[in-house]
């Protein structure tokens, strides 16, 4: 694995801490620090890193509208945004993953499972499991009151889907991984990760969690 990595937050005791734990892993390196978000978006631009580790809340600008600037931007769009977060931030991880961030992890985690974290989203993986996917489903879109929903939100490049890419996009946004899906479909592996990727890049979706929320918002599901 080879990654590098810009880290943002505010606490430089936070930044100290896991630059240490990243320069102590073979493959990956800090090429940089932000201590906001409008300091983040300059330097992603400037240095273009594999991977940007992103505090949501930061002065100046916060954490969400940085991701949502940094994956906005054509010039970025190789760059993936990894969220540190805490349990009592979790109103906003939802938020974090509409902006474009491919997944989020606690600041409280284990060494090797923040490692683990940016080389998945590195990869071009979603860093949200089949059971998070559920998690964050159940309780940040089936739990909200009917009178506080909003109308379906236009997904561009929806209609362009084909009918087996819809039943796809549906089984993906149930938390189904795509080894699931293939045996839910009875077609390989292979095949339904090439339906994925077809529906990521139609939809203008960085990864799976962007395809989850586009599949609730638009009323799909």
Do not use: W
């Not at 945004?81 to 992890?105: N, Q």
């Not at 994925?196 to 599949?215: E, W």
Request: charged share 25%; with cysteine.
């Amino acid at each position: 694995m080879s990654a590098s990595v810009l880290l943002v937050d505010d606490q430089s005791l936070i930044r100290t801490a896991v630059r240490a734990l990243i320069d102590a892993s073979p493959g990956l390196t800090v090429v940089g620090e932000a201590t906001n978000g409008r300091e983040a978006v300059e330097k992603t631009r400037l240095l273009h890193p594999d991977v940007v580790l992103m505090d949501i809340r930061m002065p100046v600008m916060d954490g969400i509208e940085a991701t949502r600037q940094i994956c906005r931007d054509p010039a970025l769009s190789e760059v993936r945004v990894l969220v540190l977060t805490t349990f009592e931030e979790d109103e906003y991880v939802v938020e974090a993953l509409r902006a474009g961030a491919s997944g989020f992890i606690g600041k409280g985690t284990e060494p090797p499972a923040l490692v683990q974290a940016i080389a998945t989203v590195n990869d071009g993986e979603s860093l949200l499991s089949p059971v998070a996917t559920r998690l964050l489903v159940d309780r940040y879109v089936r739990a909200a009151p009917t009178a506080t929903r909003t109308r379906p939100t236009p997904v561009a490049g929806l209609e362009e889907l084909t009918d087996r890419e819809r039943e796809v996009l549906l089984l993906v946004a149930t938390g189904l991984s795509n080894s699931e899906i293939a045996e839910r479909l009875f077609i390989s592996p292979s095949t339904a990760k090439t339906h994925v990727n077809r529906i990521m890049a139609k939809l203008y979706a960085h990864d799976r969690a962007q395809l989850v929320i586009a599949a609730y918002e638009s009323g799909l599901v």
